[in-house]
């Protein structure tokens, strides 16, 4: 590789930090022939200028995720790859079944591509429910609860004892963090329904955009032993494949239509 400046190294090290998540001040000296002290002097840049961590031999990326959106400005995020995989998924729901949707952005393009017939659906995401109240032949129950209005959806203990009630063939779960360790979620209320809506289903399929991979958030709600199908708009990265085939996790990945 030629040489380059300061600059330019830093963003080719940002880079190597996002495929790997972690780099060495050996790795940064032997892919961009540096000294190790121009690799420390780059480590330190980075560390006072980004949101990376300084480690004891380099860098790595923040293990916990931060960064909570509301609801409407997550629908508009990432939203082709959305919209496609959420008509991928609710292409996996037969006429007559029973099926419940948590309160996702992804999982509400579910409830607006679903054209199976005679399907039941439980769901705590007020959104959800409005769309699928316009279509025919679907019939909705709300789980009810206290609502979250930020992020749109039911929790507490009425949402659950309802929830207690009911076992479906499929739950489509939204995933705001998926990595080898398991599905986690930035608020804790809505992750303990999700795990219960897991507990109420034969088959768990999660909808998960590229965004989310590598990602993990304060409340871990389940392994990934829990999931039966993951739909998504990219091929996961090497270890988190991995762990989805250790898992015996069905990958489904569809592709954005842009015409």
């Known amino acids: ?54 480690t004891r031999g380099g860098l790595m990326l923040p293990s916990l995720s931060k960064e909570v959106y509301g609801y409407k400005e997550r629908l508009n995020r990432e939203s082709l790859g959305k919209l496609e995989i959420g008509r991928a ?29 005679n399907v039941t659906v439980v769901t705590n995401a007020i959104d959800a429910a409005s769309i699928l109240s316009e279509k025919e032949n679907v019939t909705v129950h709300v789980l009810g609860g206290v609502l979250n ?25 939204g995933a705001c963090g998926i990595t ?28 998960a955009d590229h965004t989310k991979f590598g990602k993990r958030l304060f409340h871990k709600i389940s392994d990934l032993v829990a999931i039966d199908i993951l739909v998504t708009d990219q091929e996961p990265g090497v270890e988190l494949q991995r762990a989805l085939d250790e ?3 069905h990958v489904i990945v569809v592709k954005e239509d842009r015409s």
Request: charged share 25%; aromatic share 6%.
């Open 1 to 54: 590789m030629k040489s380059l400046s300061q600059e330019e190294r830093l963003v080719h090290i940002l880079s190597y930090l996002n495929q790997h998540h972690r780099v060495t001040l050996q790795t940064i000296c032997e892919l961009y022939d540096v000294s190790r002290d121009t690799a420390r002097r780059d480590v330190v840049k980075l560390a006072e200028t980004t949101q990376v961590v300084r």
């Open 89 to 117: 998924a609710a292409s996996l729901v037969s006429d007559g079944e029973f099926i419940i949707l948590d309160a996702s952005t992804t999982v509400q393009f579910v409830a607006e591509c679903l054209t199976a017939r």
């Open 149 to 173: 209005g930020a992020h749109r959806f039911l929790h507490g203990a009425s949402t659950l004892e309802k929830l207690s009630e009911y076992h479906v063939d499929k739950l489509f779960l």
């Open 180 to 207: 080898g360790d398991g599905l986690s979620y930035p608020h804790e209320e809505d992750g303990v329904v999700k795990r219960e809506m897991i507990r109420h289903a034969d088959q768990v399929i999660v909808l």
């Open 247 to 249: 898992s015996e996790v």
